[in-house]
């Protein structure tokens, strides 16, 4: 029986269809042609965050290889780790830049495709490795010096705005209880703000100090030394909501506390 000849126009199309939805899916998992990313990490080395305690060392060491995993993705991306204390601006003690390259596959073949796909696999899991062993050995460093008597967390805008210049994704990290404590500033340890509204206005008033900053809207994370049992006075709601406010005057859309 002769089929007809709107059949074989269909499966045409169909064939068609299919191939360009294949080279979108191959397209859309590729990072080659992303913006490279900028991760900030800003380690508390002050008196009040000890990492040698297990709950805050397993935390703190499953947060950097997941951020590591995230962000470490291809040639040009970029991490460093700053330590907060009271030289913070000075802090920087690790600054790596990702050299795997990850290849185009838009109409690669499926031979050719897996090929790519495992050269890039073994490289960037070297990479990867190497920046979470150095980045461990930076979380568990004693600060002994007399700059751990200040967390000068206030110091680390700057250098997120240094960062924002390049044009890449930023994303920042705060491994920290987010007790600012300057002499010669805001001392949570002593006074933190009294509720919500205290916090809020004091937020204002800092960020206008900074509005000349151009942080260009990077992705902030709280990650806190706490666990979820811990006190109010502790763990205390009203500081971190200060730092949320602090950064939304800045034009920081995307906080979070973890």
Not at 15 to 26: M, N, Y
Not at 93 to 111: I, K, P, Y
Not at 231 to 242: A, G, R, V
Request: with cysteine.
């Amino acid at each position: 029986m002769k089929k007809p000849a709107n059949f074989f126009l269909i499966a045409l199309i169909i064939v068609f269809l299919a191939s360009c939805g294949e080279k979108k899916t191959q397209k859309t998992e590729n990072t080659a042609n992303s913006p490279a990313i900028h991760t900030l990490v800003f380690i508390d080395k002050t008196a009040s965050v000890d990492v040698s305690k297990p709950f805050v060392a397993q935390k703190y060491q499953q947060a950097l290889n997941s951020i590591i995993e995230e962000n470490v993705r291809k040639s040009g991306d970029k991490f460093e780790i700053y330590y907060i204390h009271e030289n913070t601006a000075k802090g920087r003690c690790l600054s790596l830049t990702c050299r795997t390259e990850m290849e185009d596959t838009e109409g690669v073949n499926a031979t050719d495709l897996e090929a790519i796909k495992t050269n890039y696999d073994l490289s960037i899991r070297k990479e990867r490795s190497f920046v979470s062993k150095q980045a461990l050995a930076r979380l568990n460093a004693e600060n002994t010096s007399e700059s751990n008597r200040e967390t000068n967390i206030l110091a680390s805008l700057p250098v997120i705005a240094k960062a924002s210049e390049s044009g890449a994704i930023v994303k920042v990290y705060y491994l920290s209880d987010m007790v600012e404590s300057v002499k010669s500033g805001r001392d949570f340890q002593i006074k933190p703000p009294k509720d919500n509204s205290e916090a809020e206005s004091w937020a204002k008033a800092d960020a206008d100090k900074y509005k000349d900053l151009a942080l260009n809207g990077p992705d902030i994370s709280m990650i806190l030394p706490f666990e979820a049992t811990s006190s109010i006075k502790e763990n205390n709601p009203t500081i971190t909501y200060y730092w949320t406010k602090l950064f939304e005057n800045l034009g920081v859309m995307s906080v979070q506390e973890m």
